[in-house]
């Protein structure tokens, strides 16, 4: 018993948006191609005939032809992916973070190393996170006294963290 494809009927509006889609240039190729699969679909093609003309396989016509069927148009975008998950949760980037804001007691100022030891996480993490976050430790400067009684401070705040 062959199945036979949904019927799609399509209004002005989405036909509009497919037609948009399948034009703009900043559209992913995908989902251009998957707009155009739905408006021959919607002229009367079978899945067949579209596989040929577009020459892709029958079986990405049906997919599509079905998900449209089933959810208009966001069926046309791709599902998301589950992929890994966070290694990390946001209270260990928000530690690294706003220790690296701060200056450290014993120095002046932190390198990836050390920050990675205050946080017990291995530097490849602590550079990852600070890559993420913009921040630069290198260019973070405090205010410092100098060790000598009054005297003027020795280092200006050029840079700070926000």
Known sequence: MARSAPTIVLDPATRSTLNGWMQAASTPRALALRSRIILEAAAGRSNQQIALELQIPEVTVGKWRRSFARQALEGLHDAPRSGRPPKHDTEVWRKVQTLACQQPKSQGRWTVRTLARAVDLPPGT????????????????????????????SCWTLWACT
């Open 126 to 153: 602590v550079q990852a996170i600070l890559n993420a976050s913009e921040l630069q430790l290198h260019r973070i400067r405090t205010f410092t006294f100098s060790p000598i009684p009054n005297s003027k401070p």
